[in-house]
């Protein structure tokens, strides 16, 4: 009988992946992607089409010449549109993902591949992130051909950092959403009770500076405007707040929303009972 000596045997339940399963987090991504493509007509087409009727209803209903910060209504409440149909579809994707496993069955799908939680992150703000990023370019073009709107960007450093900070934070948003739901109607509740009204109160159809009090305070803490301000100015170099500042606080609320869902995810809360 041969004996075979240590070293041509791998050590039981030693693991093969040391680091970042790179191969699992991009079969993830593209599945979600692809999640998504399937049906593409409901997930960027139509948050598309009723974006763009935001956009033609106040700007026929305020008529032509109305100026906002000096610029006319059409040029200043665009970009602030694109902002929040990036975010809004950003949290749509990521609030789905989790949660319709765990009421199919189909949680396992995501436990039990060799990824780790930082994998499983990474791939799906990296495809509800993709959606936004699509949603926002097709409002983009669509809207370089209504009258007035300012369509080259005039510091487009700007446009893509508050862009990716705005879709990544409603993604994380969306994660957490997910992971704390257990039906469809938690992660609508999330979506009228909170996302919506942040949104609409966020500084994209006026500015928060014709508010007073306990409005404009409100405004200032909502992070929501702070994306809207920043997307705004790299359009049109205009911002209702200071740009810095702005970015600082988006990326600090970023960095808690990414903490938090890491502990959740690594401690498998109400996805693994």
Known sequence: MVKLSSTSQRPFGKATITSINWEGLYALYVKEVRRFFKVQMQTIWAPVMSTLLFLVIFTV???????????????????????????????????????????QGTILDYLIPPI???????????????RAFLVGFFLWLAMAFWPHVH??????????????????????????????ADKYDHAASVSNFIIQPLALLSGTFYSVHSLHGLF???????????????????FIDVADAN?????????????????VAYFLIARGWKLKS
């Open 151 to 180: 369509y080259n960007p005039m510091h487009i450093g700007a446009v893509f950092l508050f862009g990716f900070l705005g879709a990544m934070m409603l993604a994380l948003i969306g994660l957490l959403t997910s992971v704390w």
């Open 216 to 234: 404009y305070d409100f405004s200032t803490w909502n992070p929501f405007f702070h994306v809207i301000s920043g997307f705004r100015y790299g």
């Open 61 to 103: 209903a305020l008529g032509g010449g109305h100026k906002t910060l000096g610029w006319d209504f059409a040029a200043f409440v665009a970009p602030g549109l694109i902002a929040m149909g990036m975010m809004q579809n950003a949290f749509a994707n990521a609030s789905f993902s989790l949660l319709v496993g765990k009421m």
């Open 243 to 259: 740009v810095t500042i702005s970015a600082s606080i988006l990326i600090a609320v970023n960095i808690i929303l990414s903490l």
């Open 116 to 130: 780790g939680s930082k994998e499983l992150i990474a791939a799906l703000l990296g495809a509800a992130m993709t």
